[in-house]
Nanobody, 125 residues
Framework: QVQVAESGGGLVQAGDSLRLSCAAS????????MGWFRQAPGQEREFVAG????????EYASTAKDRFTVSRDNAKNTIDLQMNSLEPEDTAVYYC??????????????????WGQGTQVTVAS
């Protein structure tokens, strides 16, 4: 059984930084690839960033590139998302997700089979 839980959300001002953390447990095979998604009110859940098991391969949405950094510590079973220069448009519930794929980082939701409950990030203007 794979369990995924996010933490670190909150209310910040535009231009601030925030670091989200994801704790994942269960068989490592099911956590080969880890991703961060977000869902704003009335919007579909969208890919933000992802990382493969070794950390050598990362993938970012265009809206996250150059501002967000994804990292993982397999010894601690954690995956972090460092978000800088936050904008009101980044306001959403952020989800951590795990998948079995090896080697590359998918951006499609259906490639990830285990999801956390989400953590709210609100960026005030």
């Amino acid at each position: 059984q794979v369990q995924v839980a996010e933490s670190g959300g909150g209310l910040v001002q535009a231009g601030d930084s925030l670091r989200l953390s994801c704790a994942a447990s269960g068989p490592s095979f099911y956590r080969n690839v880890m991703g961060w998604f977000r869902q704003a009110p009335g919007q579909e859940r969208e890919f933000v960033a992802g990382i493969n098991w070794s950390g050598a391969t990362t993938e970012y949405a265009s809206t996250a590139k150059d501002r967000f950094t994804v990292s993982r510590d397999n010894a601690k079973n954690t995956i972090d998302l460092q978000m800088n220069s936050l904008e009101p448009e980044d306001t959403a519930v952020y989800y951590c997700a795990a998948g079995e794929l090896m080697g590359w980082v998918p951006t499609q939701r259906d490639r990830y089979h285990y999801w956390g409950q989400g953590t709210q990030v609100t960026v005030a203007s």
